[in-house]
């Protein structure tokens, strides 16, 4: 059974240097095992996996360094460090350029070779880890993660797919909460440039003038408290990409560089005169009329086209409904592997409440209620009364608690008048569309928006 330290493979045909080295690994805390030559290392690899290889160069045979790449083969991150008695810089050089992590000539200090192995696992712990990173990154924004089976999100799914692998800049609108930043990622992550950096880019947390040096860097003495020269964010994303959330909150002054940045691929640091060339991805977002403030002079026109190549339109959740039981699974199976919990199940109440909700905080309302509900569960089933009150009693919410003693017909109304209003809100005022969204006749709506006392504001035709 190999030891907790690690495992170390020796491919040495000398009878001394083997034991030698048994004595110091096996004090050391490693457990060992021994090749003569070259094959037997090599058939060694595949019937037990090693942490490290100590390989000799003068071999009977093969030599070390010509089965050096056939060692890396079998496992890429392997360090492999080349013994010999050989003082030759040439063959150092042979060794790193076939792969070896080290260099060490015989006789070596005892304590040296310790410390390099200790280091050589260090450096492949690292690169595991990194290796990792990446497939728990890739697993979590790829494609396939993003919920839903609905025709609109399969479409959207096709759109990703269609965009992620070109340069294009691409704006992601939708409503708060339907999954921007994860559309955003999802992109990078399926394009030539996902081995690089990933900057995310809150703009609407940031004054204009903080987040012109954020971006584009500044130089020492540029202001007050620059102390010292800085990189923009620009910088840290060369050869990846940049995504703004909130780009309609940009001011005048960042968006006339930004407009360089895509046109030129170049921007100077805040204070300095040197040109800076980058070659970054930009990815944008917003939850609101970007065109309407273009039409406003709010927004600068050309960035807008700029920025407008490719167009994602984010669905809200009530415009997917049936995606919502696949999202309530993915967020209970979620949530209950972080509170370590039995895996839950909703009762058939609870489903159907949280199928009807409106939902105006979308796929984040969603599932910060299904977290609510794991964290608060004693058992596996979970009733209505884990819900939030406006999701269990909607009924209840802004139409005046049981105790006023009101009238049902008038609570009804009361409701039935707030879900008009914000169909029409999400219809710009057209009753042709709000029929729509309430999957009513419009002979039905335009009836119940008589007796309601319902004044409809038309911001387009109905």
């Not at 699974?329 to 199928?355: S, V």
């Not at 608690?401 to 219809?427: M, Q, W």
């Not at 042709?432 to 006392?453: C, E, H, M, Y």
Request: a neutral charge.
């Amino acid at each position: 059974m190999a030891n907790a330290r690690g495992h170390i493979l020796v491919v040495d045909d000398e009878a001394d240097v083997r034991e030698t080295l048994d004595a110091l690994l096996s004090s050391a805390g490693f457990s060992t095992s021994f090749a003569t030559d070259a094959d037997t290392g090599l058939k060694a690899m595949t019937e037990q996996p090693c942490d490290l290889v100590l390989l000799d160069v003068k071999l009977p045979g093969r030599s070390g360094l010509a089965v050096l790449q056939e060692f890396r083969r079998l496992n890429s991150l392997l360090p492999i460090i080349v013994l010999t008695a050989l003082k030759d810089i040439d063959v150092a050089r042979a060794a790193f350029k076939n792969g070896a992590q080290d260099y060490i000539p015989k006789p070596w200090d005892a304590d040296e070779l310790l410390a390099q192995i200790l280091r050589a696992l260090e450096q492949r712990r690292l690169l595991e880890e990194n290796v990792h990173l990446k497939r728990v990154l890739k697993a979590r924004y790829r494609l396939e993660s993003i919920v839903g089976k609905s025709p609109i999100m399969q479409k959207l799914f096709d759109l990703v797919e269609q965009v992620a692998p070109t340069r294009s800049t691409v704006l992601v609108s939708g409503e708060s909460g339907t999954g921007k930043e994860l559309i955003a990622h999802t992109i990078h992550n399926r394009s030539p440039r996902a081995d690089f950096s990933f900057v995310p880019v809150n703009t609407g947390s940031l004054p204009d003038d903080l987040l012109e040096s954020i971006l584009f860097g500044h130089v020492k003495g540029a202001f007050t408290s620059a102390v010292a020269s800085k990189k923009g964010l620009f910088e840290v994303a060369h050869q990846g990409t940049i995504f703004f959330d909130e780009i309609a909150t940009v001011g005048p002054q960042t968006q006339a560089k930004l407009l360089r940045v895509i046109q030129e691929g170049e921007f100077m640091r805040l204070g300095g005169n040197d040109t800076i060339k980058v070659d970054v991805r930009l990815l944008t977002a917003t939850n609101v009329d970007l065109k309407k403030l273009v039409g406003e002079g709010r927004f600068r026109d050309d960035l807008y086209y700029r920025l407008n190549v490719i167009n994602l339109q984010l669905p809200a959740l009530r415009e997917r409904r049936e995606d919502i039981p696949l999202l309530v699974e993915h967020f209970i199976q979620k949530y209950c592997a972080e509170n370590a919990k039995p895996r839950g199940r909703f009762t058939p109440e609870a489903l159907q409440l949280l199928l009807d909700s409106p939902w105006p905080g979308n796929v984040r309302e969603l599932e910060n209620a299904v977290e609510r509900a794991v964290v608060l569960s004693s058992g596996e089933e979970m009733g209505a009364q884990l819900l939030p009150d406006e999701i269990a009693r909607p009924h209840l919410v802004g139409a005046g608690a049981p105790h006023e003693e009101r009238p049902l017909f008038d609570i009804v109304d009361d409701y039935e008048r707030r879900v008009i209003l914000d169909a029409l809100d999400r219809s710009g005022g057209s009753q042709t569309d709000a029929a729509k969204i309430l999957k009513i006749p419009l002979s039905t709506l335009n009836q119940k928006v008589k007796r309601l006392g319902i004044t409809v504001r038309r911001s387009r035709q109905a």
